[in-house]
C-alpha cells in the first residue's frame, strides 16, 4: 500500500493553541511507522491541476497574502504562515500522484497524510483551515486527465465539506457523500442539499449518536455509491468524528473507522478493482488520531 506525505507540511504553522497543528501530523506518521508500506514524497501540484477547481484570481490572491514571516489570516480560523503555500501544494501533489499511482496500477489503495485539509476550501474561498480542495482535484485529475467515467468522493469527517460539495456540485461523474455532525461547523450539509444533478447525498448525524447511528447511516449510502458505479474512490478521511476529539461531539469510537473503512473498501472490491484514495482531513485530539489513522491504513492494508 502506498502512502505519501512530505516534511514541508510542518512548515504550514499556526498560531499556539490552533487545533490545526503541525503535531497532528506527526502523531499519524508515529502511528505508521510500524507498517510495511510503500512510502513516496507527495510532489508539489501543478498549477494547471490546482486550476481544475480553483481560479486563477484566487490562486494570485493566496500567493498575494502569503507572509515573508509571523501569519496572515484568509478567514476567522485559516491562517498562513511562510511555509503554507509550498505545504498546500505538497497536500494537492501528494493526492494527484496517489491517483495517478493508484490507476497505474503501481498500488491498490494509497494513504495521503499532508496537511493544511482541503474539504473546506470553497471554488474562491479559504476557510475552515482549508485553502485547496486537494481530494476534490484529486477527482478532476482522474476524471479528466485519466478519463475515467465516474469517481466517488466519500467524506466522513465530523464536519460537512463544503468545499468539496462545491468543488463538484455541477460535475455529473463526481458522485459526493458525506456524514457529519449537524448542527455544526460550517452550517452546510442538509440532506436536502443534492448536486445540480442529485449526485450529492448528505447524511446529518445529531451530536451524541455514535457508531451505531453512522452504520446505520452509511449503509444504505453505500449501496447508492455501488449503484453510481464509480472506477476509483476516494476518501476525505477525517477523524474528528472520535469520542474524544475536542471539536465536536458524534462519539465515534476507533473501532467505528475500521468498520466503515472496511466498508468502503469491500465496495471498492466489487465496483473498481479495489481502488481507494484516502486523504487526511482533520482530527485534534492526537492520540485518538493516532489510534484511528492506524486502525484506518491497517483496514486498507488488510482489505
Known amino acids: 500500500m502506498l502512502y505519501l506525505t512530505h516534511a514541508e507540511c510542518l512548515e504550514h504553522r499556526e498560531p499556539d493553541g490552533h487545533p490545526e497543528q503541525a503535531a497532528r501530523l506527526l502523531a499519524v506518521e508515529r502511528a505508521l511507522a510500524g507498517m510495511a508500506l510503500d512510502r513516496r514524497e507527495a510532489p508539489l501540484a501543478a498549477r494547471d491541476d490546482v486550476l481544475r477547481c480553483h481560479p486563477e484570481g484566487y490562486i494570485a490572491r493566496v500567493e498575494r497574502a502569503m507572509p515573508a514571516a509571523g501569519w496572515a489570516m484568509l478567514d476567522g480560523d485559516t491562517y498562513l504562515a511562510p511555509g503554507s503555500l509550498r505545504a498546500a501544494l505538497r497536500a494537492v501533489g501528494g493526492v494527484c500522484a496517489a491517483v495517478d499511482a493508484v490507476l497505474a496500477d503501481e498500488a491498490r489503495r494509497a494513504f495521503v497524510a499532508c496537511r493544511p485539509p482541503g474539504h473546506h476550501a470553497e471554488t474562491a474561498r479559504a ?11 484529486g477527482a478532476k485529475r482522474a476524471l479528466d486527465h485519466h478519463g475515467l467515467s465516474r469517481v466517488a468522493v466519500l467524506d466522513f469527517d465530523v464536519h460537512h465539506g463544503n468545499g468539496t460539495q462545491d468543488l463538484l456540485w455541477d460535475e455529473p461523474r463526481a458522485m459526493f457523500v458525506s456524514s457529519h455532525q449537524m448542527p455544526l461547523y460550517p452550517g452546510s450539509g442538509l440532506a ?48 474528528d468524528a472520535h469520542a474524544d476529539d475536542p471539536l465536536a461531539g458524534l462519539e465515534w469510537e476507533t473501532q467505528d473507522f475500521a468498520w466503515l473503512t472496511g466498508a468502503i473498501c469491500k465496495l471498492a472490491d466489487t465496483c473498481c478493482g479495489g481502488r481507494v484514495v484516502s486523504v487526511l482531513e482533520g482530527g485534534y485530539d492526537l492520540p485518538a488520531l493516532a489510534a484511528s489513522v492506524a486502525a484506518h491504513v491497517d483496514k486498507l492494508r488488510e482489505e
Open 127 to 137: 476557510m475552515g483551515f482549508c485553502l485547496f480542495g486537494s481530494v476534490a482535484i
Open 192 to 239: 436536502s442539499e443534492v448536486g445540480a444533478h442529485g449526485q450529492i447525498l448528505n447524511l446529518p448525524l445529531r451530536s451524541g449518536s455514535g457508531g451505531g447511528a453512522m452504520r446505520a447511516a452509511w449503509q444504505p449510502a453505500l449501496d447508492r455509491v455501488a449503484a453510481f458505479r464509480p472506477d476509483l474512490i476516494l476518501i476525505s478521511a477525517g477523524f
